[in-house]
């Protein structure tokens, strides 16, 4: 079975999962507002470890998708920051496992294109981390924004 097709499998069930199970529907609390979930009497700690062995799950499974589909073997330095990328992804992704999806091809596309301009046409391949540090900022710079803008708008009410 292709890896492409076990990823598809994965973020339609990770979807399935999330919004239409009660333990999907916990784990989304815990993980947006941990302080709610516990005054809401749930199970913060219980439902923090079920989300680590559900991720550990799945970076088993994409390892096991590298080492048997792509290399074929282990190989030293097998992730050239693929978990650093893999943040990025998350957030851009926005906790929605479609989101998720789109983004890993955003940046696998990047990534890509990156490596063939480095060698037909000779721009650095350092260009790709720039485009990933420049999204991160703008990640980060949106709730900022939205904060100042609400300010704004409270204080143009006055």
């Known amino acids: 079975m292709p890896a492409s097709s076990i990823v598809v499998a994965a973020?339609?069930?990770?979807h399935l999962f999330l919004w239409k199970r009660t333990n999907g529907f916990r784990l989304r609390v815990v993980g947006l507002n941990p302080r709610a979930a516990l005054n809401a009497g749930m199970?913060?700690?219980?439902?923090?470890?079920?989300?680590?062995?559900?991720?550990?799950?799945l970076a088993g499974l994409a390892g096991f998708?590298?080492?048997?589909?792509?290399?074929r073997r282990m190989i030293e330095?097998?992730?050239?920051?693929?978990?650093?990328?893999?943040?990025?992804?998350?957030?851009?992704?926005?906790?929605?496992?479609f989101g998720v999806l789109a983004a890993a091809f955003?940046?696998?596309?990047?990534?890509?294109?990156?490596?063939?301009?480095?060698?037909?046409?000779?721009?650095?391949?350092?260009?790709?981390?720039?485009?990933?540090?420049?999204?991160?900022?703008?990640l980060l710079g949106r709730p900022a924004l939205t904060m100042l803008r609400a300010r704004l708008s409270k204080g143009g009410a006055r």
């Open 11 to 14: 973020v339609i069930l990770a």
């Open 43 to 57: 199970n913060v700690r219980g439902t923090i470890l079920f989300g680590f062995l559900i991720c550990g799950a």
């Open 65 to 71: 998708a590298e080492v048997s589909g792509v290399q």
């Open 77 to 97: 330095n097998l992730s050239p920051g693929f978990g650093y990328t893999a943040i990025i992804v998350a957030l851009l992704g926005q906790t929605n496992p």
């Open 106 to 138: 955003l940046f696998a596309a990047l990534q890509i294109g990156a490596t063939t301009m480095e060698s037909a046409a000779g721009v650095p391949g350092t260009l790709t981390t720039v485009i990933q540090g420049l999204v991160v900022l703008f």
